[in-house]
């Protein structure tokens, strides 16, 4: 039954792939090669590098039991799915478990649909099912349920077709649907069958054989089944081993029943046929291709029953490493010929293999004679972004002349077209995945002597040599001449960012470069991005940097191959952000905050299993702090982060005093997120909310409700809302950020009782545009009217001392209310919010008597130089030289006063008529030289002096009065100056403190 033969494929001298291994037989399982990640560099493309060092990435995971992997429904949570190093993010792979061989790819009504070669509970073959998925473009894909499933449908569910029954011929139409018919099995083919659109299928005739192989084989396997427009009819071709490798034609009017028709034997032709008719150059002329699994093929006639070709020997359709079994879609809207090929060797920690992107396939007429090219399919544009063109350059082995210098990426398109008519090189093309040394991951060269394109011939075309690149994180697709060359590899480039730069260069002399394109390519796998996470109070959407990320009933578990990241939508600058950390068999895991939307800006606060256990907080290229502390990996430790400006603190398991404590400006607002680590760990309760140092417990009042934000805590009532806490005081400094929302009022309630019913409260509110409060039950105390705008954050100050109340808002160091009452002398602290919604952040309670600064100077005060401070006593400067502190008034003719104690500064004095940065400035002081003087001085020169005893430890009352360029010096009561001069240098300028040498004290500095 012998009717066509092709005599084996003569030696070539070109290097071509060698056959990829035969699958497993039935009954057996087998591993793919676990180390089959290679490199091409040069020539070599065939036999390929081993580049990487293997401590990059570990070898292949295999499952334990199927119950390690689920079947489907696959995985709900798709947070960080598709986003594993090495997986493409535009190449097709399985959500989960391993896929091969493509099968019966075909469009119906809007949908394209892929069936694949598939097992969902390993990352090994075995048990083969049909993996399904859908596409509305060729480039967006769906993952689906598993289409056929051992056990409900009978037989070996291997590789085979799928075509679409338009006219019914089956029969087998139930309802709106055209029946989807798919075509499976081994030595016999089976056919299942869909009326639902392909989301179910049904075995036909419980597993009844179809077509039977010839009586002569012993096994026969991939059955593909296309409609001959010419012949009206069906074809089915499948391989058997009858006599040798070889595929037999049956033809069909229904479907159903299947007559022999022929036979096609070459060594060549093994596994997976496939089988269509092309137009020649798109022309009236139709021409017919066969090709086998490995992309050999020929071109020839089919005359409704037979194949013939006048070819001896076969053409390779793709020459890399990576491409077998490829598929034609069956009944394309447009007519194109769109093919996908099983991509093998690549794998993750939850996937294996992938597919080659869809390539159109055309015939066309060559000086060789005719020949299938292969291209990206048009709608690769729909993924283009960022697209930058050159033309027109020369170009050497010089780094300087290379257009793409600057660019990092892992997903993207580089089309160039070279003149080889003028070149002195010897070689050119695109290096890509390279480092700041020039090396790279792989080199698609074209060697001009050998008209070589990475080792297989293709000569110029009009002198012309075209190269197209697609590179996929873990692909690597190159065509060459407008789809004649065509090479489809799975590498493990490395996926640093220091190694993704891309490089056009030429070796051994110049070449002209015509055109360049470059265009980063979008992913194209569906974006899952939840609006929230379990157990956390951050808003999202929550998007995955890196690992994988699968939702808790209260928070993730997350899986990273080195750093995965998990960022929310919120950001924050002062919080407190807190989580329960497991690291099960991570390395670290825990709080990233400030972070930028790539989590390559960001704090990371970590538990570390690394030298017995400790506690990091880290940044992108520094190590802030390290604490030593017992993690136990099998237990959950409570992380917590506060952040106020560049002061980062960082606390374990509840201790009140933090682990790391240190200052940092690098980042000073961003998201807040989660980190994990190489490995598996398990993050509970993420919550950002309330930045207090009060450290009792917070009670909650009838009629309000309260709830931590990343913003601070927010509250609710239609009247009055009070949140109280167990701490109590009677002399304090108690203050917070407030900020009112949809609120009438928000406040800090002071000298509570338990039920608020006498209290204290000093508030900002809208009414009669805006003000500042103080009240108590009953009684309005005082206001104050400035301008409150909702959404607005307003940092409000209560001083209290015995009967005297004093508000404070903002910077301003003088009160905005003063006053007296003695009704409440002491009680809890707390908040309240009136009619409507508001938050608060950073409460802070100072007990005893405050700090206090009487000064009616201008706020806000800043330091030139030394430490200045706020103490009970005054306004306190330190500093080893001299030190000041200004105020924001200013003057030209004034009386300013202010009580000054030296303490142990060597002299203490008002600064006037100052520029910013006190550079320039008079300063009036009393000091301790020669047992002890009054001196008038400016940089440069002491203007004057008046000696008279001076203690350390007493205040003096010093008072300088300005009229132009005279200067007076007045100290305590005196109504005689003990100077008076006159001195043109400085006419105007600020108010301020300076110390020198020591620490002193300023209070009650008054300017008139």
């Not at 060559?366 to 090219?373: E, F, I, N």
């Not at 009240?775 to 104050?784: E, N, V």
């Not at 002890?932 to 001085?937: S, T």
């Amino acid at each position: 039954m012998v009717d066509s033969t092709f005599p084996p494929a003569p030696a070539s001298s070109a290097a071509t792939p060698s056959d990829p291994a035969p699958r497993p037989q039935e009954g057996s399982l087998t591993s793919p090669l676990a180390n089959r990640r290679t490199f091409l560099t040069g020539a070599a493309a065939v036999t390929a590098l081993t580049f990487l060092p293997a401590a990059l990435r570990g070898s292949q995971a295999y499952a334990d039991s199927p119950a390690d992997y689920p079947e489907y429904p696959y995985p709900t949570t798709k947070i960080g799915a598709y986003d594993e190093y090495y997986r493409g993010q535009f190449h097709f792979s399985s959500r989960i478990g391993w896929m091969n061989d493509i099968n019966g790819p075909l469009y119906y009504r809007g949908t394209y649909h892929m069936f694949y070669q598939h097992n969902p509970h390993g990352l090994v073959w075995d048990t083969m099912h049909w993996g399904h998925a859908t596409s509305p473009d060729l480039v967006h894909w769906t993952q689906q349920a598993v289409a056929l499933e051992p056990g409900v449908q009978p037989g070996n569910l291997w590789s085979g077709a799928g075509v679409v029954d338009k006219h019914n011929v089956t029969g087998l139409k139930k309802g709106p649907d055209d029946p989807i018919v798919v075509f499976t099995g081994t030595g016999g083919v089976l056919m299942d069958y869909s009326t639902d659109g392909a989301r179910t299928f049904t075995s036909y005739g419980n597993g009844r054989v179809v077509a039977a192989p010839p009586a002569a084989s012993t096994d026969s396997r991939d059955p593909k089944v296309l409609w001959d427009e010419a012949h009206q009819k069906w074809v089915m071709v499948f391989w058997s081993n009858e006599g040798g490798n070889g595929y037999d034609i049956y033809t069909s009017t229904n479907l159903l029943d299947w007559t022999y028709a022929s036979r096609l034997t070459a060594d060549w032709l093994f596994e997976c046929p496939d089988m269509y008719p092309m137009r020649v150059d798109g022309g009236s002329t139709v021409k017919w291709v066969i090709n086998a699994a490995s992309t050999k093929y020929v071109v020839g006639d089919f005359d409704g029953t037979h194949f013939t070709t006048d070819w001896t020997a076969p053409q390779q359709m793709d020459v890399g490493r990576n491409a077998y079994a490829g598929q034609v879609f069956n009944d394309m809207p447009d007519g194109r010929i769109v093919q996908m090929a099983w991509q093998q060797g690549n794998f993750g920690t939850v996937w294996t293999g992938n597919a080659t992107f869809p390539a159109e396939l055309r015939l066309v007429t060559t000086p060789a004679g005719l020949r299938v090219t292969r291209q990206p399919i048009a709608e690769i544009a729909s993924l283009r972004t960022g697209g930058r063109t050159w033309s027109d350059r020369m170009i050497s082995a010089d780094p300087a002349g290379n257009p793409l210098a600057g660019i990092s990426a892992d997903g993207y398109e580089v089309i160039a077209e070279f003149d080889t008519t003028s070149a002195s090189a010897t070689s050119f093309g695109v290096r890509v995945h390279t480092y700041a040394d020039g090396t790279g991951n792989a080199d698609v060269v074209y060697d001009l002597t050998r008209q070589t394109l990475m080792g297989t011939a293709m000569p110029p075309v009009n002198g012309r040599v075209k190269i197209r690149v697609l590179v996929d994180r873990g692909q690597l697709e190159v065509f060459g001449n407008d789809g004649l060359f065509s090479s489809s590899n799975n590498l493990d480039f490395d996926p640093a960012l220091a190694a993704r730069g891309i490089a056009v260069h030429a070796e051994g002399g110049r070449v002209r470069l015509v055109s360049l394109q470059f265009h980063e390519l979008r992913r194209a796998w569906p974006d899952f991005i939840p609006t929230t996470n379990p157990g956390s109070n951050i808003a999202g959407p929550w998007q995955a940097h890196g690992g994988t990320w699968k939702d808790l009933a209260d928070g993730n578990k997350a899986t990273a191959h080195g750093q995965g990241f998990y960022l929310g939508a919120q950001s924050g600058t002062d919080f407190r952000y807190e989580a329960d950390v497991s690291l099960d068999g991570a390395a670290a895991a825990g709080l990233t905050f400030r972070a930028d939307a790539t989590a390559r800006h960001h704090y990371t606060a970590t538990l570390d299993a690394a030298q017995g256990g400790q506690v990091t907080l880290w940044r992108p290229g520094a190590v802030l702090a390290t604490h030593t502390a017992r993690i136990d990996p099998k237990k959950s430790h409570h992380l917590a982060v506060t952040a106020v400006g560049p002061h980062l603190q960082v606390f374990l398991d509840g201790a009140p005093a933090p682990v790391i404590d240190v200052t940092d400006t690098t980042y000073g607002s961003g998201l807040f997120g989660l980190n994990v680590q190489d490995g598996a760990a398990t993050l509970r309760n993420a919550n950002a909310g309330l930045l207090s140092d009060l450290t009792g417990d917070w009670q909650l009042l009838d009629g309000s409700i309260w709830t931590d934000t990343p913003a601070g805590r927010r509250g609710w009532a239609t009247a009055d809302g009070f949140l109280l806490n167990s701490a109590t005081g009677s002399d304090f400094s108690y203050e917070a950020d407030l900020s009112l929302g949809s609120a009438v009022a928000i406040g800090l309630t002071f000298r509570a009782d338990a039920t608020a019913s006498g209290h204290y409260t000093a508030n900002i509110n809208t009414s009669g545009g805006g003000q500042i409060k103080l009240w108590r039950p009953g009684l309005d105390i005082a206001t104050h009217s400035t301008p409150i705008t909702p959404g607005q954050t307003y940092h409000l100050k209560v001083v209290a001392e015995g009967a005297r109340l004093r508000v404070f808002l903002g910077d301003d160091p003088n009160p905005v209310i003063d006053a007296l009452d003695s009704t409440y002398g002491s009680g809890r602290f707390g908040i309240n919010v009136f009619s409507g919604a508001a938050t608060f952040q950073q409460a802070e309670l100072t007990q005893g008597r405050p700090p206090a600064f009487t000064t009616n100077l201008a706020g806000p005060w800043h330091t030139v130089s030394g430490a200045w401070a706020a103490t009970a006593d005054g306004q306190q400067g330190a500093a080893p030289g001299d030190g000041f502190s200004l105020s924001s008034s200013s003057g030209t003719d004034f009386r300013y006063e202010a009580d000054l104690s030296l303490g142990s500064a060597a002299a203490a004095g008002l600064t006037f008529r100052a520029d910013a940065t006190a550079s320039a400035h008079y300063t009036a002081n009393i000091n301790t030289s020669g047992g002890g003087q009054i001196k008038l001085w400016r940089p440069g020169q002491d203007i004057a002096t008046y000696a008279t005893p001076v203690d350390p430890q007493k205040s003096y009352h010093l008072k300088v009065v300005t009229s132009g360029p005279r200067i007076q010096v007045f100290l305590g009561d005196g109504t005689a100056p003990v100077i008076d001069v006159t001195d043109t240098t400085y006419g105007s300028g600020l108010l301020g403190l300076n110390v020198y040498d020591g620490a002193m004290t300023a209070q009650n500095a008054e300017v008139h």
